[in-house]
């Protein structure tokens, strides 16, 4: 089993749609997690960090559920710049340095 | 304006020959991290340095070196380059003394192995 799995897609929504993706980790003293963003052939961009009480940033609302160890991205309100692949990351490592677990990521293709 | 910076943006390599890349930051980070990613895959840690404490993965290929002469650069060596080892490259840096583990991840160096 993955560390870190996630639905590849792709979503084909059309603009405005709202979607939601989903990932569950494995680990579970897994202790932050994120979303990271990376575009065709780019490096991945932090997205937004996800706490347990869940965080909202405009159109993006980030969930953590560490009992099922379930984490989800909402997008409302679709942009066709938000076409990227999304990758769920989850920080597994103890002490001072950050081992990051990608997911395989999620690929979001918005359409006019 | 540039925080991580990685040269060159391509390499193109043979089989067989010593190739490396290379990573520098403006952010004054402690940690830096080298990790692979292939065609529709995810990012795979290799090593990383906390100042200069190297930390290697298991799974890392005796292939794969990297040095840290200094705070702001870090070198990834790839001692004999398979078909294999085509992939793009990703450096990334974090601080801990700033309570996130946020990384901050460099353009890339997408690697031809011919």
């Known amino acids: 089993r993955k560390e870190v799995e996630q639905d590849p897609g792709p979503f084909n929504v059309p603009e405005g749609a709202t979607v939601a993706f989903n990932c569950t980790y494995s680990n579970s003293a897994s202790q932050s997690f994120f979303w990271y963003r990376q575009d065709c052939r780019k490096e991945p961009k932090l997205l937004m960090s996800?706490?347990?009480s869940g965080n909202e940033d405009g159109r993006f609302t980030a969930q953590l559920n560490r009992a099922s160890q379930y984490i989800s991205l909402l997008i409302r309100d679709s942009k066709l710049s938000d076409s990227a692949t999304y990758l769920c990351?989850?920080?597994?490592?103890?002490?001072?340095?950050?081992?990051?677990?990608f997911g395989q990521g999620t690929t979001l293709q918005v359409k006019p | 304006d540039a925080m991580v910076i990685q040269n060159p943006r391509y390499q193109v390599t043979q089989f067989g020959k010593p190739v490396t890349l290379s990573c520098s930051q403006t952010?004054?980070?402690?940690?830096m991290y080298w990790y692979q990613q292939k065609s529709s895959q995810a990012p795979k840690l290799l090593f990383h340095?906390?100042?200069?404490?190297?930390?290697n993965e298991a799974d890392t290929p005796d292939n794969f070196q990297s040095r840290r002469p200094n705070t702001s650069f870090c070198f990834l060596d790839i001692r004999s380059p398979g078909l294999g080892d085509a992939a793009m490259y990703l450096c990334?840096?974090?601080?801990?003394?700033?309570?996130?583990?946020?990384?901050?991840f460099g353009p890339g160096t997408r690697l031809t192995v011919l």
């Open positions: 340095y906390y100042d200069k404490d190297f930390n």
């Open positions: 990351v989850v920080n597994s490592a103890s002490g001072n340095t950050g081992k990051l677990i």
């Open positions: 952010l004054n980070h402690n940690v």
């Open positions: 990334a840096t974090s601080s801990p003394a700033t309570a996130t583990d946020t990384q901050y």
């Open positions: 996800v706490y347990s």
